[in-house]
C-alpha cells in the first residue's frame, strides 16, 4: 500500500484561504468516505480535525472543511491564523482493512 | 480527558525485540466502539499504520510488516503494548499509540511518540 500524496509544504498569509491536497487511488481515498485529517504542532501529539472526509470533531474550529472528488480528498483552512501553522497528515481506511497516511504537510503562516 | 502515553526502551539492538507500552487514562480500554493501535513515523517518512487490538483481543495487523508485530491488551493496568521482533535499522522511528474509533473511523487521541532507535 502506497503513502498517499500530500504537498510537502504551504503557506498562507494571515486572514488567507489555503487548501491542501491528498491524492490516493480507488483502493483507499477513491473508494471510501472514511478520510480523516490530523493536525500537529511540534511536540505535540496529533489531533483529529476531520473525519468521514468533511465533518468536524466537537470543538474543532468551523475554519477548517475537508472534502473529496475522485481520489483527492482536500483540507481547506480559511481565515488563516497563526495558530494554524502546524504539520498536516492525511489518512484514509483501505480495501485491505488497513489505513494509510499521507507524507504531511508542513504549513506556514507568514 | 483522555490521554495515552507511550513508554519503553528508546534503543534497542539489531535483531532484538522491540518492546511498547501505552498507557490509558481518562477512558477504559474495554470501552465498546473503540479499538487501539500503534503507528510509527521515521525520520523524514510518512506515518505507517502497525496494527490494532479490539477490546475483545482480536487482532489486526498491516499485511506489508514483515512477521513478528504482536499487539496485547493489558486490560487490570489500562494498557496496551507493541512487540516487533528481529528489528533492524528501518524499524527505527517514532512510535505513536492511539485510539481508533470503529463508527465514524478515524484515529481520535494519540500518545505524543516516543523515539526508538535501533542501533548496536
Known amino acids: 500500500q502506497s503513502a498517499l500524496t500530500q504537498p510537502a509544504s504551504a503557506s498562507g498569509s494571515p486572514g488567507q484561504s489555503i487548501t491542501i491536497s491528498c491524492t490516493g487511488t480507488?483502493?483507499?481515498?477513491?473508494?471510501?468516505?472514511?478520510v480523516s485529517w490530523y493536525q500537529q504542532h511540534p511536540g505535540k501529539a496529533p489531533k483529529l480535525i476531520i473525519y468521514d472526509v468533511s465533518n468536524r470533531p466537537s470543538g474543532v474550529s468551523d475554519r477548517l472543511s475537508g472534502s473529496k472528488s475522485g481520489n483527492t480528498a482536500s483540507l481547506t483552512i480559511s481565515g488563516l491564523q497563526a495558530e494554524d501553522e502546524a504539520d498536516y497528515y492525511c489518512c484514509s481506511y483501505t480495501s485491505s482493512s488497513t489505513w494509510v497516511f499521507g507524507g504531511g504537510t508542513k504549513l506556514t503562516v507568514l | 480527558q483522555v490521554q495515552l502515553q507511550e513508554s519503553g526502551p528508546g534503543l534497542v539492538k539489531p535483531s532484538q525485540t522491540l518492546s511498547l507500552t501505552c498507557t490509558v487514562s481518562?477512558?477504559?480500554?474495554?470501552?465498546?466502539?473503540?479499538?487501539w493501535s500503534w503507528i510509527r513515523q521515521p525520520a523524514g517518512k510518512e506515518l505507517e499504520w502497525i496494527g490494532r487490538?479490539?477490546?475483545?483481543?482480536?487482532?489486526y495487523y498491516n499485511p506489508s510488516l514483515k512477521s513478528g508485530v504482536t499487539i496485547s491488551l493489558a486490560t487490570p493496568k489500562n494498557q496496551f503494548s507493541l512487540k516487533l521482533n528481529s528489528v533492524t535499522a528501518a524499524d527505527t522511528a517514532v512510535y505513536f499509540c492511539a485510539r481508533g474509533i470503529v463508527i465514524p473511523p478515524a484515529f481520535d487521541y494519540w500518545g505524543h511518540g516516543i523515539l526508538v532507535t535501533v542501533s548496536s
Open positions: 487490538i479490539y477490546t475483545s483481543g482480536s487482532t
Open positions: 480507488s483502493s483507499d481515498v477513491g473508494g471510501f468516505n472514511y
Open positions: 481518562g477512558a477504559s480500554i474495554s470501552s465498546g466502539n473503540y479499538y
